[in-house]
């Protein structure tokens, strides 16, 4: 059969070309690694009141939002910004060592000015500190020629945005697009109309942009625009010699410079990791230990199939490594706990492949491992296609509306996906279909795993229980669980961490060198177990928890001179939330999107019923998740946040995958009554759940127990989504599906009948 022979080779070729990229680009290309793995560069900000502005509180939280877009659009991810009192702003750059380079990749921070352009100024001119905006001034263009320039007639207040674009048609190549408020409008129609009144290559025809006391742009006039006339229509365009990045810079500091206050830079150091070895070296110890476990599970229930899947998985972890540098992504320790249980996650798409298979072999009147496997394939297309799709779409909108860790969290989830699929659907295809073709396969078809059927569908297959016999008790059953656990959020409430509330920040220098790792121990078992310790300098350490009395405070500085010697307080500030209003705000902006977008696609996908039934299904599993953590006092910080949105897409996945079985079973006897067709979906899918919940179970639990306490609550709040979200898939979202059809529920004595005339639910008809 040349054909299939040619597809495989051509499958095998695409696969070795894969993993040589990803192999290329995992050996030349490193991880950035975030401040909590690697430290890096702290720079400290105070926000300058202006004429028309004071630099207040207020002030001071818009320009932390604005400077943290800036940085997101630069590529930084994982950064940390922080109010730190009315004035200051910490900004805290993962993996820049370097202060000078991390001022720089900061980014120009003063307020964005339009200045009309009097002449050239002599050279000797050209020179000086910082000048008001607001009174002439002297500075050098891109070419380093010097221009007067007047006064300030637009700020940064008065652009709304700034677009790169490229002109295909005429021909001009890369420009910039400036979109003004209405008075912003207004103001430039005035400016250019002056300016248009100097002849063409005049300096007085130009308008100057600048940022942090540097012109960035300085374009002419169009000829065309006649003198008074000026260039109206809230919207301008900036041409000339751009390549793409030059563009798309200029436009970034256009949009981006428009700071509510100007800011100085008064400090900048660098500081060591967030976390010590030991806590690193406990993370990679779990994950390693987790990931062992979780191939052993795989091969000890598959046999060979699941040898050639952990194989492939390997290849997983290569390529989404790869991605992450690719993409010049910070790796950080949630991150990477992450990154390890999307390995364990991944073994999903090859357990729905491996029990499709099973069934077809099971069925068949003559069947071989290879024809089993095909159908395997095929049968499972559609669960894993929804199932990532839903996903992706989370992913996608989180990274287009989310901003921070958030966003940074929907690129490491898509890369998982896209990489997932790929390690499925390709590599382990490509390794299974090669060893089905060998003749010792053939001669012995229960050394691959999918010849027999496994304990659990043989155990359902004996019992065949009814589980949707009263789908409304179930409902009542997780109405209760929800009601007890939800109302731990309003009997205990939220232990919110600094991330959300803020806190304080003391800096302490000491008589000899502190061990960070040690500090971090001393201060848990004096009842600070989620303080952040830093070292900062020679002999200099900071500490920041939450917001402390000046008792507590004396505790903290009584343990660190027991450390370290007498210890000096040389900074003691409050500090405001990492995650800001606007932060928050935009995520849940971002999720709620994510929510009704899944909800469409899988309206169109499948029923509307189904639809809501998976969408309610995980709401319940997320507040259940939240009144856990309320009862249990655990705290809700980044990396809770992170541990609920992968809550959110696993949930989804379990949920789709069963009722991709229902719409099968549906298209295949349409007068079969929905409980029916529900109940034998469960018990065919479960097999699956039960193994894809162990794989992912086996890296959680090590991780719960050897990792730091920070990935404990990671993980166990990761096990507590995946218990109940396996559960809400069977036993809220099911019944829910039933509930909402229109159609009352068969009668138990009818029920019976067609369990005799439709079979066993357990094997597939």
């Known amino acids: 059969m040349p054909r299939p022979d040619r597809s495989l080779r051509t499958r095998a070729l695409l696969v070795l070309a894969v993993i040589a990229a990803a192999l290329t680009i995992a050996l030349t290309v490193p991880v950035r690694l975030g401040l909590d793995l690697s ?23 818009r320009t932390v939002e604005v400077l943290r877009g800036r940085i997101d659009a630069l590529g930084l991810a994982e950064p940390t910004l922080v109010r730190s009192g009315d004035h200051r702003i910490l900004v805290e750059l993962p993996g820049v060592q370097d202060p000078a380079k991390a001022a720089d990749v900061l980014g120009r921070t003063a307020q964005l000015t339009v200045h009309a352009v009097l002449g050239q100024a002599p050279a000797s001119d050209a020179a000086g500190p910082a000048a008001d905006p607001d009174a002439e001034r002297v500075l050098p263009d891109e070419t380093g020629q010097p221009l007067r320039l007047k006064a300030a007639g637009l700020r940064g207040d008065d652009i709304k945005g700034a677009d790169a674009r490229f002109d295909r048609q005429s021909g001009a190549g890369w420009h910039i697009t400036v979109d003004f408020t209405d008075d912003g409008s207004i103001r430039w129609a005035k400016a250019t109309a002056e300016a248009a009144c100097h002849p063409a290559g005049d300096p007085q025809r130009r308008i100057a942009i600048v940022l942090d006391d540097k012109i960035i742009s300085s374009p002419h006039i ?31 500091l256009i949009s981006g410079g428009a700071l509510p206050v100007p800011v100085e830079i008064i400090e900048q150091r660098v500081i060591g990791a967030t976390l010590g070895d030991e806590a690193i070296t406990a993370a990679a110890w779990a994950a390693g230990i987790g990931t062992l476990l979780t191939a052993l599970f795989v091969i000890a229930v598959y046999r060979l199939m699941g040898l050639l899947a952990t194989m492939a998985l390997a290849c997983y972890g290569l390529i989404s490594y790869a991605a992450l540098a690719a993409l010049g992504a910070t790796l950080t ?138 789908p409304r008790r179930w409902l009542a059953l997780s109405a209760t669980l929800l009601l007890i656990t939800g109302s731990g959020i309003a009997v205990r409430g939220l232990d919110l961490g600094i991330e959300f509330t803020g806190g304080r920040l003391i800096e302490y220098t000491t008589s000899r060198p502190v061990d960070p790792d040690r500090a971090r121990t001393a201060l848990s078992e004096a ?126 996945n379990d949920s789709v995958v069963l009722f991709d079985r229902i719409r099968e079973l549906l298209a295949r006897a349409r007068t079969t009554p929905l409980t029916h067709s529900t109940n034998r979906a469960i018990l065919q899918t479960l097999p699956r759940t039960v193994n894809t919940g162990m794989g992912a179970a086996l890296v959680l639990t090590a991780l719960a127990v050897l990792a730091d306490d920070a990935l404990t609550d990671f993980a166990l709040a990761l096990l507590i989504g995946l218990t109940v979200g396996t559960c ?11 509930a909402l059809h229109p159609r009352r529920p068969t009668p138990p004595d009818r029920q019976s009948r067609a369990d005799a005339r439709h079979g066993d639910p357990a094997r597939p008809s």
Request: positive net charge.
């Open 39 to 61: 430290g890096g560069t702290q720079i400290v900000l105070e926000t300058r009141s202006t004429p028309t502005t004071k630099a207040g509180r207020e002030a001071t939280d």
């Open 222 to 252: 169009d000829p065309a625009i006649a003198c008074g006339a000026g260039i109206g229509g809230g919207a301008t365009r900036i041409t000339g010699s751009f390549d793409d990045t030059e563009a798309r810079e200029l436009a970034l």
């Open 333 to 470: 320790l949630p991150g990477l706990a992450g990154f390890v249980l999307t390995i364990g996650m991944a073994v999903d798409a090859n357990v729905l492949v491996f029990e499709r298979a099973r069934e077809d072999f099971a069925v068949r009147s003559r069947p071989t491992p290879r024809s089993a496997l095909t159908a395997g394939f095929r049968g499972a297309l559609s669960a894993i296609a929804d199932s990532n799709i839903t996903t992706l779409i989370a992913a996608g909108l989180l990274f287009a509306f989310a901003s921070g860790p958030v966003r940074g969290f929907g690129v490491t989830l898509g890369i998982g996906v896209l990489a997932s699929m790929i390690s499925a659907l390709l590599i382990t295809r490509v390794c299974a279909e090669y060893a089905a073709r060998r003749p010792f396969v053939h001669r012995r078809p229960r050394i691959t795993g999918i010849a027999d059927t496994g304990w659990i569908r043989d155990r359902l297959m004996r019992r065949n229980p009814h589980l949707m016999r009263h």
């Open 527 to 652: 009842g600070f177990p989620r303080a952040l310790v830093q070292p900062s300098g020679d002999n200099q350490l900071t500490v920041r928890t939450r917001a402390l009395t000046n008792t507590e405070a004396a505790t903290v500085t009584e343990t660190v001179s027991r450390l370290g010697g007498k210890a000096h307080t040389i900074r003691d500030e409050l500090v405001g939330p990492t995650l800001g209003e606007e932060l928050r705000r935009n995520a849940l902006i971002a999720l709620g999107l994510a929510l009704a977008a899944q909800l469409a696609y899988l309206a169109a996908r499948f029923r509307w019923r189904f639809a809501t039934a998976a969408v309610g299904a995980l709401a319940h599993d997320v507040l259940i998740l939240v009144g856990v953590f309320a009862w249990l006092g655990k705290p809700v910080d980044a990396v809770f946040l992170a541990a609920l949105l992968t809550v959110i897409g696993y949930s989804v």
């Open 728 to 738: 809400s898939s069977v036993f809220t979202a099911a019944p829910a599906a039933i």
